[in-house]
């Protein structure tokens, strides 16, 4: 009798912990929006890992709890239309997830616009408005639909400039001014024809935007991810390539199956000469896509293939395996109509090296005028590849000048 007064004692104490520490109704009385509602912080918490984690069935399963329970609230919905997102990012070529992430996205914007007209609070909804339209130019700029894309980011800079200048309410709004200040100058440097566009938007700052992206990064929650997602990226194109491994380091740890961030901690690894760790992580990445893991296929592929390739040639002289992983690294890039892509034309300079090593010269040249044919003029693959066939041609005059001799 004492064992049983005891275990009913021990559990109704349990249920009223449990209760003081997250009484949902209290939360949800408590606070005027979700983005600063801890208590769907924890019950979401779990669902978002497992979404960048590319775990998205367990991720759904928890996304569409948390629509249930605030229907009414734009946040699930676009918590899923993120899910479908992320399921484009290894690939963005990959067009099989383009209308489900659009229609989450425009339902997002829906309920986004009744919570904007029917509440007081204009921060939150302003800010599910600014991503969702957000989201939407991203998808339509990739699919080339600058039309669509030029109306979707122009609604999400209306929305982003409500959004701008109060973080102070929620770490998630720095994000919006991140990632303005930093693509409004990057966007006229590196494509001048769209200046002419941007000459009735403020001006950027792209010192300012990283600052505040990586601000973002380190205080927010829900947009915390996204934040790093664009600082690998942002780094690298910056040539602050330590800053880009030790960012890709960290989020490769925290979610093993993300195969975008498993493929920068591979390149940068590469890039800083780690080449222990980037050769470890470059067959991970092999090994997850020869059994199609969830987001690993040929762009992860062509990447871990190349980095095997040049380690073995250059520093193991390994020549068989070289030859395997270049020769797989052109296949991934055929697969995924990237042969104007980097590592295809490095690829087949070191194919046709080992052919010419070979003497196998008939070969070796008909790598280098794939080279020659698919790569720009002013690259230096082109200017390798071009080089070599008139070595070769020389050496060929030279070699009939002497047998007539």
Not at 105 to 120: G, K, P, Q, R
Not at 236 to 241: K, L, P, V
């Amino acid at each position: 009798m004492k064992k049983f007064v005891l275990t009913v004692w021990l559990m109704s104490m349990a249920s009223l912990a449990q209760a003081q520490l997250y009484d949902p109704s209290a939360f949800d009385k408590k606070y005027d929006g979700l983005l600063k509602h801890p208590g769907v912080q924890i019950e979401s918490a779990e669902a978002i890992n497992q979404m960048y984690n590319y775990k998205f069935y367990e991720a759904d399963k928890e996304f569409r709890w948390l629509r249930l329970r605030y229907p009414k609230h734009p946040m699930p919905t676009f918590l899923m239309g993120l899910a479908e997102w992320w399921k484009i990012v290894p690939n963005t070529d990959v067009t099989d997830y383009d209308d489900q992430c659009l229609m989450y996205m425009d339902s997002t914007i829906t309920l986004a616009e009744e919570l904007y007209d029917n509440s007081e609070n204009k921060l939150e909804p302003a800010f599910f408005l600014a991503a969702a339209y957000a989201f939407k130019s991203r998808l339509y700029s990739e699919r080339k639909k600058w039309t669509k894309a030029t109306f979707a980011g122009k609604n999400a800079l209306k929305y982003f400039e409500k959004c701008k200048g109060n973080a102070d309410f929620s770490p998630e709004l720095l994000f919006g001014d991140g990632m303005y200040n930093y693509y409004a100058q990057w966007i006229p440097e590196n494509y001048p024809l769209l200046k002419p566009i941007l000459i009735f938007f403020p001006k950027g700052n792209k010192a300012n935007g990283i600052k505040e992206l990586e601000k973002t990064a380190n205080t927010a929650f829900y947009t915390r991810v996204e934040a790093r997602y664009f600082l690998v990226q942002i780094y690298s194109m910056e040539n602050q390539y330590d800053k880009a491994y030790q960012m890709s380091k960290y989020m490769a740890e925290q979610y093993p199956d993300n195969p975008f961030f498993e493929r920068y901690f591979a390149r940068s690894a590469f890039v800083t000469g780690r080449l222990n760790e980037a050769e470890r992580i470059s067959k991970d990445i092999l090994e997850k896509v020869s059994r199609t893991q969830s987001g690993y296929e040929g762009v992860s592929g062509r990447t871990a293939a190349y980095i095997l390739a040049y380690v073995n040639s250059v520093f193991y002289n390994n020549v068989a395996e070289a030859k395997k992983y270049y020769q797989q690294s052109v296949d991934f890039s055929k697969q995924t109509n990237s042969t104007t892509s980097g590592y295809y034309l490095s690829s087949l300079i070191g194919l046709a090296k080992i052919a010419n090593g070979e003497k196998n010269y008939d070969l070796a040249q008909t790598y280098f005028n794939e080279v020659l044919d698919k790569a720009e003029r002013k690259s230096s693959q082109y200017k390798e590849a071009k080089k070599a066939l008139d070595d070769a041609k020389k050496a060929r005059r030279e070699e009939r000048r002497k047998r007539k001799e």
